[in-house]
């Protein structure tokens, strides 16, 4: 490796190397042979045809944010931590073109600070922004509050340029909006969480900044009114509606209790939120609040929305987004969350919160239903909350936690959902593939692994249940 | 054949098959042993797996409204014709899921009718509309003038059903938002034309239906100064703005010489034309136009902008329209157009435009450059136009149009640019892909081909150019 990249690249001292093998919330560890930091694309090219030449599996890692231990290598000390962190240049931003060549290691937050530099949105937004990297949410697809109006990862990326298991660059780095020359291959690497081959590089979409913001939080009596007011507002704004976050009561009032400068904008909490933002490119954001509130008029006189809340400066608009930005640290301190990532189609949100609060009472009546989540995009964050004590006091922690999430998952694919809408597979849902996907879709996805990576160097164990067996056995 | 989808699903008479083996310009044609029309995926399963068995060729065909040569067989006359148009039922329509889920034998324009009927848009609008299938749209990834608000075909798609070479039915119909579970199998399949596998059904995303319409035709001096308005109409309504197309002054008064029921709205053909088309969710038409004179009054002082009509009745929009969507027609009366389907960067649509020019100029100064195209996408269609009584002189016609074509396909290659925007490839690009396309995604394309269709039986000298001569000599 050091031949390969330069002895200032590669780290190979356990305590050097231990904050990347363990994850941000100290669920996911592991070990590796070295850390490796390449600083160009023909470095990474030979990083991995040595690693496929001698069979050293490669463990990429972008911002180590991921919840589904897809950013830390396995356990094995054998392998290759390949982290993109120094490969992290803006290589171009262009605003007549809408589109901005990137690193793969460049900071999401850094991205998003260019392009409003430039007058233009880089749309993508989620919790982790200040240090997840282009790389790693292209890797993953990662989605965020934004995917309503603006689509997930996938949907902002025009090329990307990928390192093949062997070390063969292609390069993808297009900046089209249209090019219907043969097949289209970034979307296979896009998602496919590095089994594939490493991005390290990509072309994004860029938008016009937006220069008006309007911020609500209505209060609604059932997640059927919840999503009707969500139907009527992407009627009234389909081009200015880039939020629709749903709170049930119980996240609401977690994040009121435990997170700091948090204050309930509401005189009691409704049983259900849902968190509004519209976004428009003129106009001042005071004219948008007056819309926001005349098309709320008539699902107030329906007695759909029975409580709402429009901020009128820009300290309400942080006061009603904190409470919303605030609950994984808030659940964090409640109790031990549960959290499932699951997604259904829309119309079937309330129809899966009311089944899963069923399920829940009957089989875990210690379990308090705690939901925050996408809304607009079918996708809920659905946690099972204990209190830490009775936790403490469960025995096969890992078994309960199985079960309750198959009893979860079992009703999002009954709907035709999914067990994993926008966090990925990593390491941690393995075994859900092999449950919930469609045998002939699995066997696709598994033809193209042994295509592309037919020793099975790239992220090992991660993504594919059989390609998982045969390490676990090998 | 019969055996598989019953006696009247196939066709073999020639006077029968006739229309099916030749495409709607009469430019294309080949011969089949039969045409089959499968009533059910089940049916196209059987159908797939009995000529890979036998190493039949199969050649998928929708609406047969390609450009390209995409949509008839070769010259076999031992090849399986696969027409879908008796798959064409719309199996469910969810407006409060904005989805709807048809069979790949669909017209478009009853998709869009079904559509706006539940008080939806479906956003995908071409030329061919009232005779293209859904799944030839989805074959060819097409594309059309809303492209700029509702990107292409891709991005309309939740999912599909698709059947593989070997009659493997894989069932990919979701109707999610959001679903990271695994690898992207559709967008390999989408834009693929047919040769890795057909398209049975598809769940396609519905948007809220516009009810405010702004329509408008600006004259401007330079393409330079219509991609600027361009620009700053993009800045000022990017919820709003579905279509913005470029039209030369050669382009518009041929439209008006040779179209029936077209009048020019300018009192003097501008040297160049952007067609601007506002759609907005709520309000009025007259209030959308009120706002589109407001944003142009800049460009106006600025003097970007020389001229300008705003539609002021549906009966002006229709005469608007009609001048951009009378070009195919006029141009087959104005001479012979050697067409270019090209993209470049949308900021290098100046440069392109000026570059082609003297090129022409230079080379071929009986050509007269034609443009009209999706200016907000950075895709032209570059017409070289010949008097008829010119080009019947021209001896060796196939050569003059090639070596023509790869003069303009060379500029925009120069650009980072596409010989192939959004007509996809067919039979009469392949030759192009050879030479465009990086020799290491060229290497991944036949992977996935010799992956998926092992013995060459989908849609076989489409797309891949070596698949194609491995055709010629085989």
Redo the contacts between chains.
Sequence with gaps: MRTLVGNANVMDTPSDMEPHLIDWRKRHSGKAACVVFPRTTEQVSKVLAWCNDNAVKVFPQGGNTSVCGGSVPDNSGQSVLLNMRKMNRIVEL?P????MTVEAGCVLADIQAAALEADRLFPLTLGAEGSCQIGGNIA??A?GTN??RF??T??LILGIEVVLADG?????L????????????K??F???EGT?GVVTAATLKL??R?HAVATAMLGVATVSAA?DAG?KL???????LVGLELISQSEFDISLRHAANTRNPFQKTPSWTVLVELA???GTSESLADKLTD?LSDSFSDGVVQDAVIASSEQQREDIWRIRHSVTEANGREGMGLTHDI??????IPDFVELAGLALAEHYPAAVPVVVG?M????LHYIAMFKHEYWASVEDKAAVQLKLSHLLYDIAAEM??????????GSL?VS??GV???A???A??Q??KQ?LDPRDTMNPGR??PEVAAALRTG
Excluded at 96 to 99: A, H
Excluded at 168 to 172: E, F, Q, T, Y
């Design positions: 262009n007549r073109n809408n589109s993953t697809n989605g995917v309503l689509g997930n996938r949907d063969r660059i292609w390069n993808g297009r900046s089209l909006r249209k090019n219907n020359s043969g097949y289209d291959l979307n296979l896009i998602g496919s594939l938008f016009p937006p999503v139907l992407q009627a009234a704004f389909p081009g200015e428009a490119a003129t098309a997604a259904v189609p829309t119309y079937r996408h607009g995009d079918g996708n035709g959902g999914t067990f994993s809408a926008e966090h990925g597979i849902h859900e593939m919930y996907k469609d002939a879709e699995i696709l996805m033809e193209f295509l993504v594919l």
